[in-house]
């Protein structure tokens, strides 16, 4: 198939935007999801807490290697040169993810960012909530030389391969 892949997520002000991404994922990702999480209620526990299962099996081999790398995440740059999002700042989220953030609108009042806190701090080791409160305390420390040490902090994670 097609190796971008975008996604709807939402932006400042709530405003919807297509993420681009290099897929990582089998065609069909979504129904496979729903299958497997329909046939295994270890993975749907796992998916109801973090929205991300460790072992997806909708995840090609060459996906992971990019998944591990974050080099699956360069085309968003894109999305920065549009204007949707920036270098850093919260995660973009899924429109359908809204109503299990503890405080959405901290998310629309900033633009989603490449990376963030929270892909510098607990990347893969933590739950959803976590992960918004992570996101959440960097809206609230919102300064350039906070940008600047997380910028740092992403390139040791890259280099960490701390992804998947």
Not at 73 to 98: A, H
Not at 130 to 148: E, P, T
Not at 152 to 161: E, K, M, N, P, Q
């Amino acid at each position: 198939g097609n190796p971008f892949y975008t996604q709807e997520r939402l932006g400042l002000n709530g405003r919807r935007f297509r993420m681009f991404k290099l897929r990582t994922m089998v065609m069909n990702a979504e129904a496979k999801l729903a299958d497997c999480l329909a046939a295994d209620p270890v993975l749907r526990a796992e998916w109801a807490l973090t929205q991300k299962l460790k072992r997806d099996p909708r995840i090609t081999p060459l996906g992971r290697l990019l998944r591990k790398t974050s080099m699956d995440e360069l085309p968003q740059i894109l999305n920065v040169l549009k204007g949707d999002m920036s270098l850093v700042g919260p995660r973009p989220m899924l429109p359908d993810q809204m109503p299990l953030y503890l405080n959405p609108t901290a998310y629309t009042g900033l633009r989603p960012g490449i990376t963030g806190l929270w892909q510098v701090t607990a990347r893969n080791e933590n739950s959803f909530d976590l992960r918004a409160i992570l996101d959440l305390r960097y809206a609230q420390r919102l300064s350039f030389g906070y940008d600047l040490r997380i910028i740092a902090a992403t390139f040791g994670a890259v280099w960490r391969a701390t992804g998947y």
